[in-house]
């Protein structure tokens, strides 16, 4: 069989066919991935001889994210990052507005440098503020759930 052509950042649409054959793989590689913990080594099958392929775990994860996607029919696009992201870029990862982020790193929220007439932030650096609100936004929901049950309102 032989695949389509494939251009890199191009969205992939799945078949039906390869949903459900996404589906059935995905299993398989997540029970297979709940024990590794390093470097995976795959066993490509072009032929009787085959081919060795080792993959680090991290890609493995993505991976199993593409098959997780693919199966439930969702077309799937990897974007890679930068180590430092643009003003813009760090507004698209956290689905906030330009200004935002300004306000932001004026506040030592964000650190960043300046390199010519813009600001850069680590990559690293905004993904850690996104956990960070994420804590603390399920903080504030586990006390809103305490006082509603306290108050008899949450059964």
Known sequence: MKLPRYRLGDPIFPSESDANQAEASSHVLASYLENQESSCTIKLMEDETGKTVEIPALA???????????????????????KELEIYQAAALLNVSDKYIWDLQDAGKIPYKIVGNSRKMRYQD??????????????????????????????
């Open 60 to 82: 493995m994860q993505l991976l199993l994210e593409i098959l997780v996607h693919t199966a439930e029919g969702k077309p799937v696009k990897i974007t890679p990052y930068t």
């Open 126 to 155: 905004v993904i850690e503020y996104k956990k960070r609100m994420r804590a603390e936004q399920m903080k504030g929901m586990d006390e809103l759930v305490a006082q509603s049950q306290a108050l008899g309102l949450y059964d």
